[in-house]
C-alpha cells in the first residue's frame, strides 16, 4: 500500500486546513484498515494527532482535541484530517500511516508511512 498526503500550506493563526491521505496499492479498499495522522518537528518524536479505525471509532492528541476532525471516505480510499483553530505550535509536517487502533491509543506501522505535508501556521 502506498500512501501520499496533500493539503497543506501555509495558513495564518485561527484558519483552517484539510489533510486528504490516498491509500493505493493491491491492498485493496482502505475501509478494512486503522489509519492515523502523526506530525514532526525538526528535533521532536513523531507525535500522534489523530486515528481511526476501521469501525470509525477515533482518537485525538490531546493538543488537537476540539479542533481537529478525523474522516475516511472509504470509496475514495481516502483519509482526511480537518484541522480548525490553527495556532502557531501545529507547525509540523503532517504523515498518515496504516497501523493498529487499540483502545484509547493507536500504533503506527512502520512499513506504511506516507512522505508527509508541510504544515505552517504564521501571519
Known amino acids: 500500500v502506498q500512501l501520499v498526503e496533500s493539503g497543506g500550506g501555509l495558513v495564518q493563526p485561527g484558519g483552517s486546513l484539510r489533510l486528504s491521505c490516498i491509500a493505493s496499492g493491491s491492498a485493496g479498499n482502505i475501509m478494512q484498515f486503522d489509519m492515523g495522522w502523526h506530525r514532526q518537528v525538526p528535533g521532536k518524536q513523531r507525535e500522534l494527532v489523530a486515528a481511526i479505525s476501521s469501525g470509525g471509532a477515533t482518537v485525538y492528541g490531546n493538543a488537537v482535541k476540539g479542533r481537529f476532525t478525523v474522516s475516511k471516505h472509504n470509496a475514495k480510499n481516502t483519509m482526511y484530517l480537518h484541522m480548525d483553530a490553527l495556532k502557531p505550535e501545529d507547525t509540523a509536517v503532517y504523515y498518515c500511516?496504516?497501523?493498529?487502533?487499540?483502545?484509547?491509543?493507536?500504533?503506527?506501522?512502520?512499513?506504511?508511512w506516507g512522505q508527509g505535508t508541510q504544515v505552517t501556521v504564521s501571519s
Open positions: 500511516s496504516l497501523g493498529t487502533f487499540a483502545e484509547d491509543t493507536y500504533y503506527a506501522n512502520n512499513a506504511y
